[in-house]
């Protein structure tokens, strides 16, 4: 009888480890700072370089009906006039009666379809993130802010216990911008094995709108991957101590590197590295661009500010996200030119942080890549925008290599009294690129070849303008 025992207790204990050791190591679901209980069926898990995710249980938290139709493997999704409709194994969904192409093809495991985290912000307007440390899947049900980008920025209110706000923070050409509010006297230091430059925020916080935008975790806590620098591989925020409260900003090397910090109008914060032997500084230093032009590509929208909502229901700061990337790779190419992106993620900027950031860096041209919107799908073209007349230049040259790449209608080079290009003291041009609101134009205007052609002749542009 001992022996039974024995060998059921055995036979038991090797059939459940396997399963907790599973438990243990299956990413999390947090919806909105709370996390999901994920009680049956195929948790979440990072499949290659996608993270997948079970539809049902995201669903059903918010709200959503589920249909699940075993003989053809497909599942919708329902809420009000909003439907998804999925099937195992395509590459492709359907949204509200759009194709939208997925990242991987959905498929069924233990009864469970686990389907692309991308497509789940992208089809229930989601903010989504994945923490690869944590191994968290981050969503927020927060809905896109559209036609937000008005002449004027959005009502501030106060921040908490008289703190000063993180807004904002981006990396780009070995320099980090950090948008604040309230007073920020930062402090710069340096770190060793390994090598990163600290930035500390003392008396500051994370705003909400950063936590809900940008943010990867609940906590404000997040990373930014870098691509484009020699000297950094990543940047790391997140609250180093609450009392006081204080913000750290932890930039990880590849090199040694020193740190040179400058405080601009609206509280922009730029932290400039160059390699050196090691020796930091914490010094302030006006921005410099050793002699070269400095073009400024300013990729509009961003955060919770979506921009136009394409018939697909694609979102026009992705659009101009992709754009503005291609735009600043083709540039990088030019040894004479120092290009600066004002934001290469999904960061949020208002429109004076926008003109701050080409103003710190003295530029000498600015160009804004936006998409163009309508009450009705009728509307469709190209045009371009300009406010002060030492402007009307560079905007009729882009304006002649971007037109004949797209095969749109030419609505003209117009004046017009924008925030960017007004403000700015420098030549500043806004580019439409098309009519998301068109289904003939966003048809093209999605496609990776249309948004080459549109970068290279951007870039074209640019390059005769300045006689290069």
């Known amino acids: 009888m001992k022996k039974w025992s024995a060998a059921v207790f055995v036979f038991l204990f090797l059939c459940l480890f396997p399963v907790m050791a599973n438990a243990d190591s299956s990413p999390s679901i947090v919806l909105d700072g709370v996390t999901i209980k994920q009680q049956s069926g195929a948790p979440a898990e990072n499949m290659g370089k996608t993270v997948m995710v079970p539809i049902r249980i995201v669903s059903e938290n918010l709200g959503y009906q589920v249909k699940w139709e075993k003989a053809t493997q497909t599942v919708r999704v329902l809420k009000g006039n909003s439907s998804i409709e999925m099937t195992a194994?395509?590459?492709?969904?359907?949204v509200n009666g759009n194709r939208?192409?997925?990242?991987?093809?959905?498929?069924?495991?233990?009864?469970?379809?686990?389907?692309?985290?991308?497509?789940?912000?992208?089809?229930?307007?989601?903010?989504?993130?994945?923490?690869?440390?944590?191994?968290?899947?981050?969503?927020f049900s927060i809905p896109p802010v559209a036609n937000t980008e008005s002449d004027n920025d959005p009502i501030e209110t106060s921040a908490p216990d008289g703190l000063g706000e993180l807004q904002s923070i981006s990396f780009s050409g070995d320099r980090l911008i950090v948008a604040t509010k309230g007073d920020i006297t930062p402090k710069v230091s340096s770190l060793s094995g390994p090598d990163r430059i600290i930035v500390d925020l003392p008396g500051t916080t994370f705003a909400k709108e950063f936590v809900q935008g940008q943010a990867a975790n609940p906590d404000g806590s997040g990373s930014i991957q870098v691509t484009d620098s020699a000297l950094v591989s990543k940047v790391r925020y997140a609250i180093f101590s609450k009392?006081?409260?204080?913000?750290?900003?932890?930039?990880?090397?590849?090199?040694?590197?020193?740190?040179?910090?400058?405080?601009?109008?609206?509280?922009?914060?730029l932290v400039d590295l160059t390699a050196s032997n090691g020796e930091s500084t914490s010094q302030p230093a006006i921005p410099t661009n050793d002699g070269k032009t400095?073009?400024?590509?300013?990729?509009?929208?961003?955060?919770?500010?979506?921009?136009?909502?394409?018939?697909?229901?694609?979102?026009?700061?992705?659009?101009?996200?992709?754009?503005?990337?291609?735009?600043?790779?083709l540039l990088q190419q030019h040894p004479e030119l120092q290009t600066v992106i004002t934001r290469q993620d999904d960061t949020e900027l208002s429109l004076q942080q926008r003109v701050d950031i080409a103003e710190l860096n003295q530029a000498d041209i600015f160009v804004s890549i936006h998409a163009n919107k309508f009450t009705t799908p009728v509307p469709n073209g190209i045009e371009t925008l300009y406010s002060r007349t030492e402007s009307k230049t560079l905007a009729d040259i882009l304006h002649k290599h971007v037109l004949p790449v797209t095969g749109f209608k030419d609505r003209g080079v117009k004046t017009a009294s924008l925030h960017v290009t007004r403000e700015t003291t420098m030549p500043a041009v806004l580019l439409e690129l098309g009519f998301l609101s068109n289904p003939s134009d966003e048809a093209i205007m999605l496609t990776e070849e249309y948004q080459n052609k549109c970068a290279q002749a951007i870039v074209e542009g640019i390059v005769e303008y300045l006689n290069l």
């Open 89 to 94: 194994g395509e590459d492709a969904a359907t």
């Open 100 to 139: 939208v192409n997925l990242d991987s093809p959905p498929l069924v495991k233990q009864g469970t379809t686990l389907v692309p985290l991308r497509f789940v912000g992208e089809g229930m307007g989601l903010r989504v993130g994945w923490d690869n440390g944590t191994k968290t899947v981050s969503l």
């Open 243 to 269: 009392s006081p409260s204080t913000v750290r900003v932890v930039l990880d090397l590849s090199q040694v590197a020193t740190a040179k910090w400058s405080l601009g109008e609206n509280n922009v914060l």
């Open 294 to 329: 400095v073009v400024i590509i300013d990729p509009g929208h961003g955060g919770r500010q979506s921009g136009a909502v394409s018939v697909s229901g694609v979102y026009e700061k992705d659009f101009n996200l992709s754009v503005g990337l291609k735009v600043q790779e």
